[in-house]
C-alpha cells in the first residue's frame, strides 16, 4: 500500500492551500478553485458515508472498529460528521490509552467535559497532580494521544499542571578574601 499523508499534515496542507487561494486576485480562479474543493470534498464525503452504510448494514462490528480506529480513515469520518463514536467517547478512549503510563508514576486524569467550543477539560489525579513533571506528561501523552483520537479538538485545558517556576535565582558575584589573586602586568 502506497505511503500517505497523515490526516494532520493533509489537513495542515490543505488550510495552507486554501489560504493561497483565498489571496489570489483574479475571483473567477479562486471561486472555481474553491467550488473544486467543495464538490471533491462532498463527493468523498459520500462515498465514506456509503462505505459507513455497507460495513453497518453488514453487522461488521471489527471492520467498523478498525476504519474508525485508523487515524486518517477515522480522521476523515470526523469532518464529514461519520464516526460512530463522539468525541468524548474517543477522548475517554484517548486518556484509557495514556492511564498504564501515568499508573507507572501512581497518577491519572480524570475528563471533566468536552465543551461544545471543542475544548477539551481534564483534572489531573495522584501523583500527577501538581507534579512539577505535568506540563511535559500532559503535551507529550495525554495531549498527543487525545490529538490522534479526536483531531477535532480545539483545545485541551488541564486542572493540577503544576504553574512553571518564574521565579528568578539571583547569582551574586563575591570577592576573592585577600588580595586579587591575578598578578599584575609587568609595565
Known amino acids: 500500500?502506497?505511503?500517505?499523508?497523515?490526516?494532520?499534515?493533509?489537513?495542515e496542507r490543505v488550510e495552507s492551500l486554501l489560504a493561497e487561494l483565498t489571496a489570489l486576485s483574479d475571483q473567477v480562479t479562486r471561486d472555481k478553485a474553491e467550488e473544486l474543493v467543495r464538490v471533491l470534498v462532498e463527493l468523498y464525503g459520500a462515498a465514506l458515508e456509503r462505505i459507513m452504510e455497507i460495513v453497518t448494514d453488514g453487522e461488521q462490528a471489527e471492520t467498523l472498529r478498525r476504519i474508525a480506529e485508523d487515524e486518517l480513515v477515522g480522521g476523515l469520518l470526523v469532518v464529514h460528521d461519520l464516526h460512530p463514536m463522539?468525541?468524548?467517547?474517543?477522548v475517554l478512549a484517548?486518556?484509557?490509552s495514556v492511564r498504564p503510563y501515568l499508573g507507572s508514576h501512581a497518577g491519572d486524569v480524570e475528563l471533566v467535559g468536552v465543551e461544545e467550543t471543542g475544548v477539551v477539560r481534564l483534572r489531573l489525579a495522584g501523583t500527577c497532580h501538581g507534579c512539577p513533571s505535568s506540563r511535559v506528561t500532559v503535551t507529550t501523552a495525554i495531549e498527543q494521544a487525545i490529538a490522534r483520537a479526536a483531531p477535532e479538538v480545539a483545545g485541551v485545558e488541564v486542572d493540577g499542571v503544576a504553574e512553571p517556576d518564574t521565579q528568578l535565582y539571583q547569582i551574586e558575584t563575591r570577592r576573592p578574601p585577600g588580595p586579587c589573586p591575578v598578578p599584575e602586568s609587568a609595565a
Open 94 to 96: 484517548a486518556l484509557e
Open 1 to 11: 500500500m502506497p505511503e500517505t499523508l497523515g490526516a494532520r499534515t493533509a489537513g
Open 86 to 90: 463522539s468525541t468524548e467517547e474517543r
